[in-house]
């Protein structure tokens, strides 16, 4: 995916009324997205850069199909069919990709606590959402806690070589042992983990993964990690993104999130025990997965430097400051 992209090859797999015109705009860290606009109609082009596999989109597409069916307070993306009467297009080198009308809004703020209480809102009602549908086929990611197998290529010896790479990798060796400690400790967990209640989830509910209109969130996107999991992982995975180096008052902001998300699901004592190590989860398959792509030279090291640096953060405020959450939480 690296250098000056045809995206002309990829339209064509689409029947326009009137000319189209690409415009780039914030792209997620996993995939490529464009916005075309063809008169007065939008949409979104989707280049999956994680995989070749089309089967994880049409899953994609079948969990998206299933959520339309329902009443919900929010959109999500609705696939364009293309000239062969498929949402999925394959390119001739295997690259994968949709078309998706486009949902109006911008991506909220996470430092303003409307919008954190709006996606606590919106996460709980899409679980619940989730929870009531009923797919013809499996999940094809692994859940969260089956971690040490889905990374199995990149474990602590393989994780560590990666600092070899450059300078700046190799001054986050402490870091990165740091790192491999706590996954001892989650990889010791998982298998109490695995006894939480499960349903579908989104996998990566994350604000810029929703768009906002207002105070409101009205948009939920990019299913692509949906799977089968513990329930109480979709929570685990927004309250991370809350807790970040950059943003402020991250205590008063979590406990608005799960104020938010508890007005819909009330989690089992189990499951909220498990939150901090659930936290953890998310944040060290987060690492692994970008040391993955930075070591099939999907990413540059910036990138994966960035989410060490990140996800230590996690670590470190989870152990230090988590208690008196969970305590309000209670």
Request: aromatic share 8%; hydrophobic share 40%.
């Amino acid at each position: 995916m690296n250098g000056v992209m045809d995206f002309d090859t990829f339209m064509s797999k689409y029947a326009f009324s009137e000319p189209y015109i690409v415009e780039q705009r914030e792209s997620g860290m996993n995939n490529i997205t464009r916005i075309i606009t063809s008169g007065d109609k939008r949409f979104v082009l989707r280049i999956y850069n994680n995989h070749k596999n089309a089967q994880i989109v049409k899953l994609e597409h079948e969990v998206l199909e299933a959520l339309s069916r329902q009443q919900l307070t929010f959109d999500v993306p609705v696939p364009v069919r293309n000239k062969a009467g498929d949402t999925v297009a394959i390119a001739s080198d295997g690259t994968i990709s949709s078309l998706f009308h486009y949902i109006e809004g911008d991506r909220p703020e996470p430092s303003l606590l409307m919008y954190v209480k709006a996606l606590g809102q919106t996460a709980g009602q899409l679980t619940l959402a989730l929870s009531k549908i009923k797919l013809h086929s499996q999940p094809i990611y692994t859940p969260y806690y089956l971690l040490e197998s889905t990374y199995s290529s990149m474990d602590a010896s393989a994780f560590i070589a990666l600092t070899e790479r450059s300078e700046k990798l190799k001054s986050r060796l402490e870091s990165v042992f740091e790192l491999l400690k706590e996954r001892e400790k989650v990889a010791a967990a998982c298998d109490s983990i695995s006894l939480l209640p499960k349903q579908w989830i989104h996998g990566d509910l994350v604000f810029n993964n929703t768009v906002a209109q207002g105070a409101t969130i009205n948009g939920v996107l990019d299913f692509e990690f949906t799977t089968i999991d513990a329930r109480a992982m979709e929570l685990a995975v927004i309250i991370v993104d809350l807790i970040k180096p950059d943003l402020t008052d991250c205590k008063a902001k979590v406990q608005t999130l799960i104020e938010g998300y508890s007005e819909t699901i009330t989690l089992t004592d189990s499951e909220r025990e498990k939150l901090p190590i659930l936290m953890k989860l998310r944040l060290l398959d987060v690492v692994l997965h970008f040391a993955i792509r930075l070591r099939d030279g999907l990413d540059n090291e910036d990138v994966l430097c960035k989410i060490i640096d990140e996800s230590l953060y996690g670590c470190h405020w989870i152990n230090k400051q988590w208690e008196d959450v969970k305590y309000e939480f209670s």
